[in-house]
Every structure is written in structure tokens, then in C-alpha cells.
């Protein structure tokens, strides 16, 4: 955020637009938010970006459909498993969806819609977002930008917070590479992801059950752009492929790379007939199956990894750990795994060819 002439920092408001009643498909969500914005809309101001709810552009574009298993929805909306770990309550699956996001259910919501039917995400939402900065800027003269935000769980943490999963008119990401912090340093990796922020900070004022699906955050102009429609919007905030070094849970991780050494040790190019088998996206029910395989190869690990082992990982032995481990590991706890020195790997280098996931994984060579 820029600095004013006397070396403050300006000042940040998120408030409410209050009176957005419920919202069914065909509604015109530009027409609804003018109408609560006051007279000739009067509670916006050049540089305001409005925080929308995907909940309710889904709605006014009509993706609420019927499902009367919310679990084929979400097979249907799921293009790749990440996760899946079997509880009390059945599965939990951690996907990415057709939008390319990383979400729990694909983003398939069951909450706030009638009986027997489910909402889905916005089939784009980054073009969701440019019609409506492009009818609200039309409406009123005000460069505006959108934000369009769904909630999401994070690796790591507990809790979940908002992201913006579409963008028009608004700077997604904030790149300070090459500016210095206070005591000079060049910044060579800082890029202030600024639409999940301001996402976040919304949703502190919008609140889950308040009624209120949009916010107006003032103060932040200069990341108000033009709305371009080759703009990537929110999807430039994905991480490719090349770059996601998470992008299998951690016992699949295992299960995969388990099998990958197995096959690279038994010198053949493919899985056991042992070894775990794959979560299909199209079975759900094989979850529960898969979780337990990944579990039961864990326990029959020998100490050491076959030769040819791409991810050198163990799981270590609660007496093992540096720190006091807690009387009772938190549900969903899989294994505590470390990356093992070149030089405690096993003899002999990974095979090139081997099978398995680009995870906790080094090559042994010098620039280690």
C-alpha cells in the first residue's frame, strides 16, 4: 500500500452493502447491488473493489442444480484427486475442480439451497467477475473492481479463510521483486498474493450466516485496473504443476513412492500387485480402501528403502522425535516424515525411469 505525503499509510474501510435479499437464477446481480448501493449508488467511490460471494453469483447463474448424492456431484465436478482420508462421517476429498482449484468437495456447497439439490462453483469465475465490473463501471462511471470469493481450507493450518477465485478491474498479485525492504535489502521473492487478502479481510465483516454477500473495501485504488478481457483474472494466483511441490496428499505420496521403489527394486517399470492401489475420482467409495492400503504399507515398510527410491522419507517413530510429541496425535494424522541426507539414502542412484510423485525428493547431486 503506498504512503501518503506525510509518510502515513491511508486509510483501509470494508463495510457491507445491507439489503441483498435471497438470489435465484436469471437475477441480475449488477441491477441488485446498485439498488443497495444507495441513491445514484452513492456509497461507492472510484477505486472501491466489491467482495462478492460466489454463493450468489452461482445462483444467479443457475449452477444450482439436482443432486441427490452430493457425492456423484462432486466426482462430476473433480478433474484430479489430491487427498482422501476416511472418517466417522465418511470421506473427505481434497480435489481439483474444473475451475482448477485445489478445494475440500470441489467446491460442490450442499448449505443454503433446497432439498436434494447442490450449488456448484461458477463455471468461470474470472468471467463472471469481468460482466459484472463491466455493468457496475457502465452503471455508474466509477472505476470499480470485483472480486468474486468462495472459502477454502489451508495445508498446515486449521480454520478456513476466503480467496478470491475471480477478478475484474483489480491487481491479483502485488510483486515487490526488485524493490528493497526498510533497511535496504533487495526483495528478489516477495509477491503479495493482495486478492486473497482482501478476500480474507471481507470476510470478516460478511460473516457465513449474516445475509451480507458483499463488501466494499476502500483505500486500496491503486490496484484498480482496467478490465481486460485476455486478463487471467484470479487464475493467475494458481500454481502450475511445475511449481506445486504438494501436489498429492502425504500418504499417497507415500503409497506412490513406496511402489515406485518396490517396482524400481524389483527392476520392473510398474506398480506391484501389492502395492496401493490409485484413488479413482470416479469411485468415491474406493477412498476409504485406498486410505487404508496407504496405512497398511506404511506399517509393513522395512527400515530402509529399496535402491531406486525417487522420495527418501521414513516414517519416525514417536521416540524419535526431537520434541515432546502430544499425548494423543489429532485426527487425521498420517506420519511424521523427514527428508534423509544424500548421504543416509541407500546405496545406489534412483532409477530415472522410476514411477512416482516429484515429492520430498533430491538427486544427490553437488548443489545440494
Known amino acids: ?86 472418517h466417522s462421517g465418511g470421506v473427505t476429498r481434497i480435489v481439483e475442480n474444473r475451475q482448477g482449484l485445489v478445494m475440500a468437495a470441489a467446491g460442490v456447497d450442499a448449505s443454503n439451497v433446497a432439498e436434494g439439490t447442490v450449488l456448484l462453483l461458477p463455471v ?50 502485488d510483486d515487490l521483486r526488485g524493490t528493497t525492504d526498510a533497511l535496504g535489502r533487495r526483495l528478489d521473492v516477495t509477491v503479495a498474493a493482495v486478492a486473497d487478502e482482501i478476500a480474507g479481510a471481507a470476510d470478516l465483516i460478511k460473516g457465513k450466516t449474516s445475509g451480507n454477500p458483499v463488501a466494499v473495501i476502500r483505500g486500496l485504488g491503486h490496484l484498480v485496473a482496467a478490465v481486460d478481457a485476455g486478463d487471467r483474472g484470479a487464475r493467475r494466483l494458481l500454481r502450475d504443476s511445475a511449481s506445486d511441490m504438494f501436489r498429492i496428499g502425504s500418504a499417497e505420496a507415500y503409497a506412490e513412492g513406496y511402489a515406485a521403489g518396490l517396482a524400481a527394486a524389483a527392476g520392473g517399470g510398474g506398480a506391484p500387485a501389492s502395492a496401493p492401489a490409485p484413488v479413482s475420482a470416479s469411485a468415491p467409495a474406493s477412498a476409504a480402501t485406498a486410505a487404508e492400503a496407504a496405512a497398511e504399507s506404511r506399517e509393513s515398510a522395512p527400515s530402509t528403502f529399496p535402491k531406486g527410491q525417487d522420495a527418501a522419507t521414513r516414517e519416525i517413530p514417536s521416540d524419535e522425535l526431537r520434541q515432546t510429541p502430544p499425548s494423543e496425535l489429532p485426527k487425521g494424522h498420517v506420519a511424521a516424515t523427514r527428508e534423509t541426507p544424500v548421504r543416509d539414502v541407500p546405496g545406489g542412484a534412483p532409477s530415472a525411469g522410476a514411477n512416482g510423485p516429484e515429492v520430498a525428493t533430491h538427486s544427490g547431486s553437488a548443489s545440494l
Open 1 to 86: 500500500m503506498p504512503f501518503t505525503a506525510d509518510g502515513a499509510r491511508p486509510r483501509l474501510e470494508v463495510f457491507v452493502l445491507p439489503g441483498i435479499g435471497e438470489i435465484r437464477a436469471g437475477d441480475d446481480l449488477a441491477a441488485i447491488i446498485l439498488a443497495v448501493a444507495g441513491p445514484a449508488a452513492s456509497r461507492l467511490a472510484g477505486g472501491d473493489i466489491l467482495a462478492v460471494t460466489s454463493k450468489i453469483v452461482s445462483k444467479a447463474e443457475g449452477r444450482q442444480v439436482a443432486a441427490s448424492d452430493r457425492e456423484q456431484a462432486i466426482t462430476d465436478e473433480t478433474v484430479r484427486v489430491v487427498a482422501t482420508r476416511a
Open 124 to 173: 468461470d469465475p474470472d468471467e463472471s467477475a469481468r460482466a459484472l465490473c463491466a455493468a457496475l463501471r457502465a452503471a455508474t462511471g466509477l472505476a470499480l473492481g470485483v472480486l468474486i470469493t468462495d472459502t477454502v481450507g489451508r495445508p498446515w493450518r486449521d480454520g478456513q479463510t476466503d480467496i478470491a477465485i475471480g477478478a475484474a478491474g483489480v491487481a491479483v498479485l
